[in-house]
């Protein structure tokens, strides 16, 4: 059973970090490409950021100096460290993971708020 397991959402206040973690189980990990994708209220879901198997990573614009994504093959995680967050950034996060077939975490809620 393939398993993505997001952490690390909650409330912050503007200008914070949080640092999102995704366990992935029942996959050969380090073969799929990984990403952090957002959806907030009345939205479509977007991209946020990606990292390939080889380590490349993209960024959406909205976030390119300020969220970094990475992976650790040993623990099979993928993470999406966030830093001088807005309010704009307030979303579900999603992780994915993605070679022939694509598989979506739960999610995990990011509120930025005062």
């Known amino acids: 059973q393939v398993q993505l397991v997001e952490s690390g959402g909650g409330l912050v206040q503007p200008g914070g970090s949080l640092r999102l973690s995704c366990v992935v189980s029942g996959i050969n990990f380090r073969s799929y490409d990984m990403g952090w994708y957002r959806q907030a209220p009345g939205k479509q879901r977007e991209l946020v950021a990606g990292i390939t198997v080889g380590g490349s990573t993209n960024y959406a614009d909205s976030v390119k100096g300020r969220f970094t994504i990475s992976r650790d093959n040993a623990k099979n995680t993928v993470y999406l460290q966030m830093a001088s967050l807005k309010p704009e950034d307030t979303a579900v996060y999603y992780c994915?993971?993605?070679?022939?077939?694509?598989?979506w975490g739960q999610g995990t809620q990011v509120t930025v708020s005062s």
């Open positions: 994915k993971a993605r070679n022939l077939l694509e598989y």
